[in-house]
């Protein structure tokens, strides 16, 4: 079976229901996934945070690594990139509801089926895209090997709202020079990281 164990953060600045919805929402996707929620403790922190230690068990032969892509080999993204964008952009006050309906939409829908296609059909590597990005996990998918990756931007599917953030110079985990998986500083409501983000530096990062 597989369990967790969940951190979350408690502040007199955060109304209790916060949390209980924090707990609330956790344990319903704990259930979907068939995670069995074995304890947990909170932090003193006045920003809100929410995070789980998942312990599993998994056969060696079934182990997909996140390197070993090959030749001939077709990528496959199962979510739309930009809600690290987006997620910086509501701390900043400047997303509407609808783009946070679909970023939230995106965020919560489990892994499970896609996972479950993936292994039924055999995939030699399979990764996430976090806080280095998609070129730079891309990139991961090639290392140790001496192959290229070639990625038609025009089919690469994203949130447009993350797009006209970056024209407005708002970035995610990424630094003031652009190199992807360096110096990412984290957004505040004031403040949130800003670069002067010309049409190029958009579109590359897209």
């Known amino acids: 079976g597989t369990t967790a164990i969940y951190t979350d953060s408690l502040h007199d600045a955060l109304p209790i229901y916060i949390l209980r919805e924090n707990l609330r929402g956790g344990l319903e996707k704990m259930r979907e996934a068939g995670v069995v929620l074995v304890g ?8 809100l945070k929410y995070g789980l230690s998942v312990t599993g068990v998994i056969h060696p ?41 679909k970023v939230t939409q995106s965020m919560t829908t489990l892994n499970k089926t896609a996972s479950e296609v993936m292994m039924s059909v055999g995939v030699h590597a399979c990764t996430d895209v976090t806080g280095f990005g998609f070129l730079g996990h891309a990139a991961e998918m090639l290392t140790d090997t001496n ?30 020079v652009g190199s992807v998986g360096k110096g990412g500083r984290s957004a505040s409501p004031r403040g949130a990281h800003r670069v002067d983000a010309s049409d190029h530096l958009a579109s590359d990062h897209l």
């Open 40 to 47: 947990g403790h909170s932090v003193d922190d006045n920003e």
């Open 61 to 101: 032969k079934k182990v997909v690594m996140n390197n070993g892509a090959k030749p001939g080999d077709k990528l496959v993204l199962t979510k739309k990139l930009g809600t690290g964008i987006i997620s910086t952009g509501i701390k900043a006050g400047e997303v509407n509801k609808s783009a946070i309906k």
């Open 147 to 176: 192959n290229g990756m070639v990625i038609e931007s025009s089919k690469v599917p994203f949130f447009h709202e993350a797009k006209a953030l970056i024209e407005n110079g708002f970035l995610s985990r990424i630094d003031s």
